[in-house]
């Protein structure tokens, strides 16, 4: 029965789900530790600067090839970045913050990438989030297979920012894209009060179990529990019930 239910799953929706309960709760998560800065660079993609050199600053701790948000051109990429990021937040978290527009001003950059470019490679170490502004990226596995599409409006690199793992699927531009990239130390400020564990996470954005730092069993059980209470047949269940069918 379970296996039914996960080949019907649908594993590639464009909009996180909000937080739910856990099916195995009494598993606790592995602790995974980053690398210090001084063992591992992150890896930045190849970057087209030509089409906004006005958008050009000077802070030292950025690569040449990023284009800086310090002038008054910034405002609508900005604007955007900030009711993508605060929908993602509320969605992931029950939260809004306020401090969104201002981290974004002083603590992220564009990034302007040409066709098949690789943004992220799994296994490489992030603490960036990352804002599609315009365009659109395929997620892969390792084998190259595309496993999800992603456009404007979503937000990557969030499970190995906030939780400080290596990136869990490679990331490759499939049109020209435009992106905003928010720097670690704006990430750790926006989700520092993050409960859920990095299963609920995993299972909250409707993410694939491509890493071994997530439970390939837990994470199916949690999205199947979650598909089955919102059927008409399972929903009035009670909930120990639907986990015992799902254990069997």
């Given at each position: ?9 649908t ?24 690398k ?8 930045l993609?190849d ?57 974004l ?17 799994k ?31 979503e ?8 939780f ?7 990331v490759?531009?499939k049109?020209t ?21 990095m ?10 179990p ?10 199916y ?9 919102k ?18």
């Amino acid at each position: 029965m379970l296996n039914k239910l996960q080949n019907k799953m649908t594993v590639t929706g464009n909009s996180p789900r909000k937080q739910q309960r856990p099916v195995d709760e009494d598993i606790d998560e592995p602790e995974y530790a980053s690398k210090s800065d001084e063992e591992e660079d992150t890896v930045l993609p190849d970057i087209d600067t030509a089409s906004d050199k006005s958008l050009s600053g000077s802070r030292d701790d950025v690569s040449p090839n990023t284009v800086v948000l310090t002038s008054d051109k910034q405002s609508d990429v900005i604007l955007r970045a900030e009711e993508y990021l605060q929908t993602f937040l509320i969605d992931m978290t029950g939260k809004s913050s306020s401090k969104i527009f201002d981290l974004l001003k002083s603590e992220s950059s564009l990034l302007h990438l040409k066709k098949s470019s690789t943004l992220l490679e799994k296994g490489q170490k992030n603490g960036d989030l990352f804002v599609i502004v315009d365009g659109s990226v395929d997620v892969l596995l390792s084998d190259g297979d595309v496993i999800r599409e992603m456009r404007a409006g979503e937000i990557l690199g969030d499970i190995s920012a906030i939780f400080k793992i290596p990136v869990t699927a490679t990331v490759r531009v499939k049109e020209t894209a435009t992106l905003l990239r928010i720097i670690s130390t704006a990430v750790q400020t926006l989700f520092k009060n993050t409960k859920l564990s990095m299963t609920d996470w995993a299972v909250g954005r409707n993410f694939l179990p491509t890493c071994e730092a997530l439970d390939p069993g837990r994470v199916y059980r949690r999205m199947t529990f979650n598909a089955l209470k919102k059927t008409s047949l399972f929903h009035e269940l009670p909930e120990a019930m639907v986990k015992q069918l799902i254990l069997k």
